[in-house]
């Protein structure tokens, strides 16, 4: 079992930047791959970001390519979302998932356990 928890989410306004933690703990968390969801009011949870075990390999949704950066401190046991350059259409319930496979994958049903999600908010 792995419990995580996520943190770092708030209201900021459009073009600013935030940076979400997501805190692993009760297994082996080097070992799982992990991702970034989100979902807005209204709509289906979407990836927007995943990372491999190493943190060698990462993908993103087109929609925060090169504006967002995930990353992982396996000696933390924590992954990050940095998020950049910000906009309205951000706003959402961002939530952390882990995978028992070593690798990310972009289809949310490919995760073992969810945290319980943070709220992130971008003002026009």
């Known amino acids: ?27 082996t968390f080097r070992n799982k791959g992990m991702g970034w969801f ?20 990462t993908n993103y949704a087109n929609s925060v390519k090169d ?4 990353s992982r401190d396996n000696a933390k046991n924590t992954v990050y979302l940095q998020m950049n ?9 961002y939530y952390c998932a882990a ?3 070593n690798y990310y994958n972009r289809l949310d049903a490919s995760y073992d356990y969810w945290g319980q999600g943070t709220q992130v908010t971008v003002s026009s």
């Open 1 to 27: 079992q792995v419990q995580l928890v996520e943190s770092g989410g708030g209201l900021v306004q459009a073009g600013g930047s935030l940076r979400l933690s997501c805190a692993a703990s009760g297994s």
């Open 38 to 57: 989100r979902q807005a009011p209204g709509k289906e949870r979407e990836f927007v970001a995943g990372i491999s075990w190493s943190g060698l390999n």
């Open 67 to 70: 504006r967002f950066t995930i």
């Open 85 to 93: 350059s910000l906009k309205p259409e951000d706003t959402a319930v």
């Open 99 to 101: 995978s028992e496979r």
